[in-house]
């Protein structure tokens, strides 16, 4: 197990930006795929980012694609969330994820079930 815990989110207006961090627990931070989800206000938790362990490949949700950048800094033990161009429907509380999925395969790192550990969240809102 990973212990995660968020921080960073808040009150952004749209087209603004916010830095989510998402610090981890333990030497073996490495060892995970680490993911971001997000879940707003009557949907499902849903895919937003990931990268690998060495921050070699990253993929992304289309909503999000251009706008997002998922990063890690492994000395840190710390995965980010770089959110540029918000817009309201970016609302959601999000979440930290770590998979330790022996291959890399984004299909079936988009699904929370492929994920061991899951950090409290940080609410992100934007205001329109």
């Known amino acids: 197990q990973v212990q995660l815990v968020e921080s960073g989110g808040g009150l952004v207006q749209a087209g603004g930006s916010l830095r989510l961090s998402c610090a981890a627990s333990?030497?073996?931070?490495?060892?995970?795929?680490m993911g971001w989800f997000r879940q707003a206000p009557g949907k499902e938790r849903e895919f937003v980012a990931v990268?690998?362990?060495?921050?070699?490949?990253?993929g992304y949700a289309d909503s999000v694609k251009g706008r997002f950048t998922i990063s890690r800094d492994n000395a840190k033990n710390t995965v980010y969330l770089q959110m540029n161009a918000l817009k309201p429907e970016d609302t959601a509380v999000y979440y930290c994820?770590?998979?330790?999925?022996?291959?890399?395969?984004?299909?079936?790192?988009?699904?929370?079930?492929?994920?061991?550990?899951w950090g409290q969240g940080t609410q992100v809102t934007v205001s329109s």
């Open positions: 994820a770590a998979s330790q999925l022996g291959i890399w395969y984004v299909p079936s790192l988009q699904q929370r079930q492929f994920y061991d550990d």
């Open positions: 990268i690998s362990r060495f921050g070699s490949s990253t």
């Open positions: 333990g030497r073996t931070f490495s060892s995970y795929n």
